[in-house]
């Protein structure tokens, strides 16, 4: 596993870390999401992505379990939407009351990073969210600050507003827009950056054709409408890995982090199988420039 710089933080993260969204399901015995998670370690990964509305607790908790104690790992958990109304708003006291919660089910002290998860324009602007950020700092409750965004407006404003450590973008092969956005002024500012969805919740992975119909066990099923589309646009990437020792998943991985200022890809696993394929994929750089140069001519093929 290697290891890069989470912005200007001091942290040094796996640049293949973990996303626990699915962590804890019922699918899987908890004692098996325990062992994976332990696994994970042992592999390198250092970084654990998680959220209080994963399971409404279950992926935290899980987590806690695993690694109780341990300080060589790190948590980065999110203040999400109200469970009652499903209303997303940041207030001071509610970011505070999510903070006390997530750190209660990972049996912490101290929250290594934590972020909003997926605030609109205007949630950032009218909502209280940095004093309640600022309160729990001052307390020792949490080290750095972050935001999940979804949009390249959000990213620039927070950092040229010097109100985030480090940023975590959906960022894909499938979705280049906001990271090509992004990323150069958060190199520039020192703002630490988190992949999520590297692998277009598995549609990358190559494990889906064209045709094939998409269950709703699979991430991938959270498209909706756009799988059919982005399964036949994932297609033309494959042949990039043909006669190669990589998988389709893993070239998606390492395109994730071959942008400068990229800190890591969260990539999930549900098995010991796909989260040893993840952790192969690092090697430090991502990919060399004769790769970047094929898949951007596919992605302008794709209209991307």
Known sequence: MHYRALGKTGLQVSEISMGCNRLGEASMADG??????????????????????????????ILGQALAGRSDVFFASKVSRSRETGERSFTQGLVIASAEGSLRRLKRDRLDLLQLHSPSMDNLRRDDWVEGMRKLQEQGKVRWVGVSINDAESGRWLIENGLVDALQVDYSMLAPGVGREVFPLAE?????????????????????????????????????????????????????????????????????????GVSAAIPGARTLEQLEQNVAASNGIGLGAAELVQIADIQRQLGL
């Not at 696994?39 to 959220?51: H, K, S, Y």
């Open 188 to 260: 520039r500012h020192g703002v630490g950056i988190l992949v999520r969805m590297p692998m277009a919740r598995g549609i990358l992975t190559g494990k889906f054709t064209p045709g094939q119909e998409v269950g709703a066990e699979h991430r991938a099923s959270l498209n909706r409408e756009r799988v059919p589309e982005q399964v036949r646009q994932a297609e033309a990437f494959r042949a990039l890995v043909e006669g190669k020792e990589i998988t389709l998943g893993q070239l998606a991985l390492r395109y994730a982090i071959t942008p400068a």
């Open 32 to 61: 098996q999401w325990i062992a994976l998670v332990r696994r994970a370690v042992e592999l390198g990964v250092n970084l654990f992505d998680t959220a209080e509305s994963y399971g409404w607790g279950r992926s935290e908790e």
